[in-house]
């Protein structure tokens, strides 16, 4: 009878976790890499071997933060080939590209870290449309997310770090933009 009483006041007395977990539409940089598939044109003649697309996703933890993480979740593309076999199509993951998300204030700071950068010799793309790709998933996927949220407003600034001299060119592919009331959902701010 004595032991009850210590237990009971710790279970009433600790505080209590939830977890929320929420599934949200999460759009990813996928390499159509040993398909015939043709994905995205990028504003170019010539569609290229790689897309953004979107998917259901199960997302927990801190948002809009871990929402973007997600992002560069592994993709195992599925197929009723017993020839197609590969493990990840994302193209961050394919690429060694870091993807990170904190909350600064009102502002969300999204960076792709391209320090690590390797092009696959098997994917016949640039490290420049990689890193398009994958900022335009990120920004669909934020603008999926907050489309109903009217009552507050975020700014998002997406960057690029760990460049060098060979491919600091990519750092212009930064974009900032508004998501909620105020913002409208409009463009800030591109190549910054």
Known sequence: MLLRFPVLF?????PVVAV???VVELHQPLSLHRTDGI???????????AGVFSRPYAVTGAMPEDLVKAVAAPHRIASNSEG?????????????????????VNRLLVRFDVE?????????LTARQVIRLSVIAV??????YFQSVKDEVLSVSIGITGTTEGNAALRDL???FRLGRSGGDQEVNQGR
């Open 10 to 14: 710790l279970l009433l007395c600790s």
């Open 20 to 22: 929320t977990l929420e």
């Open 39 to 49: 994905g995205d044109t990028l504003g170019e003649e010539d569609p290229i071997q």
């Open 84 to 104: 197609y076999e590969v493990d990840d199509a994302n193209l961050l993951n394919l690429c060694g590209v870091a993807l990170s998300a904190e909350m600064k």
């Open 116 to 124: 690590n950068f390797e092009l696959p010799e098997d994917l016949d």
């Open 139 to 144: 920004e669909r996927t934020l603008r999926a």
């Open 174 to 176: 930064a974009k900032r």
